[in-house]
């Protein structure tokens, strides 16, 4: 048995005392519950949430920012564009950071903003609009990555066109790559990059999103080992019909999870794993019965990141299982 070093001067009575609690809590039913400080309005989803530390994070619901300075505790709305739906969210650092719009003519018929991409150098107290990439026919953002203070990947939009962009000096500068017209893919919901040269996006394939299902459309996810110049597919389903992959969680270099939406009739949860780096990939189904049936709307389940520590309401160590 090994034990972090931090744990190996505990004496084991006291160890084998923890390890009985641990086990008792982690074997209660699973139950979640809406945390009492997060936003509240009703028929509205959180899109995205970024951390800069532990107690500094934002997030985004529809027209609105929010910023918690608590870990969580308490968020406070910091920013509202009623024309716009801030879909994406990250910072390169504790001040400067990005929010990406969805853009008019997607799911949200509310939106009338253009502007695709939104700037803060304050932590979010002001934002203004980043000029140039609606210019080049991007018309939203779905997913961003602050790699470093200087690097930084975002992606979108959920209904196409697919455009993937590229800052390697700190946001002042964005390089957009057309996917669309590559032929490449037809929309982005995601992107993570391992390394500065080893990346993956995730969405649909060529064919155009359609709300009768259609024409089908299939989910597809692909990568680049060049930084991003150059994509190619490697997952492109063809079962089941009218459906997207939507979001990746990487909780190692190793193991990586791709989860996919399906907007038609439904028996399972799916999503793809893979334990070698990406090199191949394992469809997984979860039966509807497990998680509820119908009585859930399930988009795609997002894999949470390996955390030590102990969850203030339960008291269960958390992780994401290998």
């Not at 979640?32 to 994070?57: A, K």
């Not at 790699?147 to 455009?163: I, L, M, S, W």
Request: with cysteine.
């Amino acid at each position: 048995m090994h034990f972090p070093a931090r744990l190996r001067h505990i004496p084991l009575f006291l160890l084998l005392v923890m390890c009985v609690c641990a086990h008792a809590v982690t074997s209660l039913p699973p139950v979640w519950l809406q945390d009492p400080g997060s936003p509240t309005e009703s028929n509205i989803r959180s899109d995205d949430i970024h951390f800069v530390d532990e107690t500094h994070g934002w997030a985004t619901r529809s027209t609105k920012i929010y910023k918690t300075v608590d870990g969580g505790v308490t968020w406070t709305p910091i920013f509202t564009n009623s024309t716009t739906h801030f879909r994406s969210i990250s910072f390169l650092t504790s001040t400067h950071g990005f929010a990406g719009n969805l853009g008019p003519g997607d799911y949200d018929g509310n939106v009338t903003d253009t502007n695709v991409l939104y700037e803060t150098f304050d932590g979010g107290a002001n934002w203004h609009v980043f000029p140039g990439l609606s210019e080049q026919g991007m018309k939203g953002f779905c997913a961003m990555q602050a790699f470093d203070t200087n690097t930084f990947y975002g992606g979108g939009r959920v209904r196409g066109p697919a455009f993937f962009v590229k800052s390697t000096d700190g946001g002042t500068n964005f390089t957009a790559f057309n996917l669309t017209a590559s032929n490449v893919m037809n929309a982005i919901m995601d992107v993570h990059f391992l390394d500065k040269t080893n990346g993956w996006l995730c969405g649909m394939d060529m064919n155009p999103y359609s709300s009768s299902c259609s024409p089908q459309y299939f989910g597809r996810f692909c990568k680049t080992t060049d930084g991003g110049t150059n994509w190619t597919p490697v997952i492109s389903i063809t079962n089941p019909a009218c459906s997207y992959f939507w979001k990746f969680a990487w909780p190692s270099r190793q193991v990586g999870y791709c989860a996919l939406q399906q907007n038609g009739t439904q028996k399972f949860i799916i999503y793809y794993k893979t334990i070698d780096g990406g090199n191949t990939w394992t469809s997984n189904g979860i039966p509807l019965s497990v998680v509820g049936g119908n009585t859930l709307y399930t988009q795609g389940p997002r894999f949470l990141r390996y955390e030590h520590r102990l969850d203030r309401r339960r008291g269960a160590d958390q992780h994401l299982p290998e």
